[in-house]
Structure formats: C-alpha cells, structure tokens
C-alpha cells in the first residue's frame, strides 16, 4: 500500500447552492447547500441550526448507527444518511466541500444522488492549488461478516472501480450486479438509482413511525409478500394516494425503473458515499457481494486505519545531499530560536499545507550532558519542540515579516514516542495542515523520522504573535 501525490489538482464548488427537500426518516423540511472548502478539507458537513454550528467531519470513525442510512455523530452532534450526497460529490470528483444542513438529516429527494449532482453542477467545479492524494492499493484488504454472509474486498487497479453483487433471497428481486469502471460515468450510470426497501421493511417502518418523508416517488418497493387489504389501507395513508397496485415486475405502481438492476446500481451508490469516509482518494478495484451500510462502513473504517498507519510510516524520500530550500542561515532569519535551542537545521518542502525539515543529532548537543550521563537519549519533548519548530516555519511563511514575529504553543495533543533518539542519527520533520492557518493560528498533524523509522508524532497547535 501506498499514500502519493498526484500531479492531479484538487477541487471544489465553485459557489454555495442550496436545495429544499425533506428527511426521509424525520419528515422535516430541510435545506441543504452545498459549500466551497479549502484544499486538504475533505468534506464535512455543518448543523447551522444548532449554536455554533458545529462541523462534523465526513469521517468512518464518527459513525454510529448504520440501521436506515449511515449516521455520523460527533461530541453529541448527528448527521443521518449522509450517504446519498457524499457519492454525489465523489462521483463528480470532487474533493473538499462543506454540507451546511438545518437539521440532522439531507433531504432525501428522489432517493437517489440525481438531484445533488445536478446542483453542484450547476454551482461548477473549480481547481485548487494543492495537489491530491491517493491511497493506492497494491495488496488485497478484505472485510466480511458472517452474520450476513457479506464481503468486501479491495485490490489493485489503475483507477477507482466498483462492482456491487446483491442477493437478497427473494424471487421479486432475484440476484442484480453492477459496475463502475470509471469514476466519471458515475452521473450517468449510477446517480439516479434510487433507494429500494421491501413491502415487510416498509411495514415495521411505518408501524413504529421511523418513515415520515417518504412517498412512492422516492422509493422502489419490491412486494415480498402478500398484499393485504389493511396493508393497502396503511400504505395510502402513510403515501397519501387515492389507490396503490403492484406492478406486473413484483413493485408498487407510481414508479419505472431507471435500469432493470437498479437496486444493484444504487447499492453501488451507497458503497461510493460510504466508503467517501475513508477521507483519501482510492486507487483500486472494490468488490462488494451483498453489501450495506453496516459492512460498508466498518470496511471504511479498515481502510482508514490502514492508511493512518502507512501515513504515519510514509518516510518522506528526501535526498539530504540536495540543496535545502532553507539553509541554517535562512531558518536563523525566519524563526527567533538561538542556540541551544534552535533544532532545526535545514528545510527541503515548503507549501501552504506542509513542510519537511531536518535536524542533525550530533553528542555536541547541550541536553546530552544530562540526559543521561553514560547513555544519551535525545529527549521526547526536544523532539516535540523541534517539529514544532518546523511547523513554525510554515505558519511564519504566512506573514510578510516573520522576523517580528514569535510562535506560541496553544495545544498539544496525542503525542507517542515509538523509537529513542541517539547522537549520530538524522531527524527528518513533516508537518502537515489538519485545518486551515487562520488568525495567526496553526493546527497540525507532526512526524519525527530517524533513520527511516517513525520516532514520534503529535497533534500540535500553535499561534504567531506580533512584538514589534
């Protein structure tokens, strides 16, 4: 497996849009719009109806509930079928965006994702400065779960690829397969396969009152089992129609099928907009037999831990003999650090949302004299500091004069140490943007590798002030 950076650039909506619709499962009226994002947001959906409108990152380790949809939670904070908009966005190859919603849940229009891709094609996509990355698969990753009898797997490919094979013992809808060869036919492929449930699903849904927006046009109903008077009587009711019949294909009236596999291309849908919360582009082929929101998301959840792990051992290739970017002197101009306290030595990348530096550990350093006599360790916290440092010179690359300014530390959070540190290794510093530079304030994710191993990471925050 392996993390890379494309010469792809990566984008986002041109301008907000909204739309207006209602919650499949709440019945309420809601509006949706989507939002441009700055590079490296990925996507996340904000509850402006709440005080503070609280973001919830599109993120496999928020979900919480895969019964009716996929429901993502954060700090007590709900986003419910979240499924059927992050295709729309995938689909059309989109990168960042956020989803700002007046309630939990995006309405669920026809069903499918046909109504969100129109809008964010209607609002236009634009190219951003940052490239992308991509998530290439070069082994096989499988997921499966006996209960159900559903599997996932993931292999090598060219491109994003997916095949969904759906069996759900019943003669109505027999066994469906779809594919998606290439991302770009997913508008007109894929988008406007709708949601499908069967007539025995429906029932215990409306009995206990968890289907409130619902009617026959966003909906497929596969008739299971026989339709009984009280049954007919319930669905008028609950679908607001004078009369309701099955068709001769096994489905309650009022609907044609966009495809004769429609429920396979739509469970294909739900596997893009699930697996959208991996948080990284895929390069590979995904093969999902009897697929779901629950083997979807735990799957999602797999990769994302996979790829955590390759990030955090993604040495970067740095040929230290190359001339750096910045050079001691250059670094002396920028940061206000001195002897013995300045760690960093040389700097070799440097954009808006990362930069890579290095530092020489030689037994000249200061600390070693105590720490410890006879067995020299370089302290975990210098090892912090100097990735702070580094990280100081890509929120201090913001401000015209650095020189009159200072780095202050506001947080640091999950920090680990996985190897010591010793006289005669070389320290290589990546520190990469988890947010946006905003005020002077800087949030991000840092790497210490020695001798290609990583030695320690943490999550740090820091703020620029001016003083003079």
């Known amino acids: 497996m392996a993390i890379i950076k494309t010469e792809i650039k990566q984008k986002t909506i041109r301008e907000k849009i909204s739309l207006t619709g209602v919650g499949l499962h709440t019945g309420k009226d809601v509006v949706i719009t989507f939002c441009p994002a700055p590079a490296n947001n990925g996507f996340s959906f904000k509850r402006i109806d709440l005080e503070g409108s609280p973001v919830i990152e599109a993120d496999a380790n928020y979900v919480t509930n895969t019964q009716r949809g996929t429901c993502l939670e954060k700090n007590g904070v709900t986003i419910q079928t979240s499924e059927h908009v992050l295709a729309a966005l995938v689909g059309l190859d989109v990168d960042n965006a956020i989803i700002e919603l007046n309630a939990s849940e995006p309405p669920i229009m026809d069903g499918s994702s046909k109504f969100f891709v129109e809008a964010i094609e209607k609002a236009g996509i634009v190219e951003q400065d940052d490239f992308r990355e991509e998530y290439v698969v070069n082994d096989v990753v499988s997921y499966s779960d006996e209960e159900s009898g559903s599997e996932i797997i993931i292999m090598p490919s060219k491109e994003y690829q997916v095949t969904t094979m759906v069996d759900f013992g019943t003669k109505v809808l027999g066994t469906q397969n779809a594919t998606l060869n290439h991302i770009c036919d997913f508008k007109e492929d894929i988008s406007d396969s709708r949601t499908f449930s069967f007539l025995h699903e429906l029932e215990t849904l409306l009995e206990h009152g968890l289907i409130k927006g619902g009617d026959l046009n966003n909906a497929i109903v596969y008739v299971d089992k026989e339709l009984s008077a009280q049954t007919m009587e319930k669905l008028k009711v609950a679908f607001n129609k004078d009369s309701i019949a099955i068709k001769p294909n096994g489905i309650l009236d009022n609907l044609t099928l966009h495809h004769p596999n429609e429920a396979a291309r739509h469970k294909l849908l739900d ?77 070799f990348e440097l954009s808006d949302s990362h930069v890579i530096g290095m530092k020489n550990v030689t037994m000249n350093e200061e600390f070693f004299k105590g720490h410890f006599p006879g067995a020299p360790v370089m302290p975990g916290v210098l090892i912090v500091e100097a990735m702070a440092q580094t990280g100081g010179i890509l929120v201090l690359s913001t401000v015209p004069d650095p020189e009159n300014y200072l780095t202050f530390f506001m947080k640091i959070d999950k920090v680990k140490f996985k190897k010591k540190v010793v006289p005669g290794d070389t320290l290589i510093f990546k520190c990469d943007l988890i947010t946006p530079i905003r005020r002077g304030i800087c949030h991000m994710q840092g790497y210490a590798y020695a001798n290609g191993h990583l030695c320690a990471e943490a999550e740090l925050m820091a703020q620029i002030s001016k003083v003079k």
Do not use: C, Y
Not at 272 to 284: E, K, M, P, Q, S
Not at 292 to 300: K, L
Not at 307 to 319: F, G, S, T
């Open 271 to 347: 596997v893009i907009g699930d697996l959208a919360l991996v948080g990284t582009r895929i390069r590979g082929k995904v093969i999902a037999n009897k697929p779901g929101h629950f083997i979807n998301t735990q799957f999602a959840k797999k990769l994302s831990k996979i790829i955590k792990n390759e990030r955090r051992n993604n040495v970067p290739q740095i040929d230290l003999n190359q001339e750096p970017l910045m050079d001691i002197i250059q670094i002396m101009e920028m940061l206000p650090h001195r002897q013995p306290f300045l760690l960093l030595d040389k700097v």
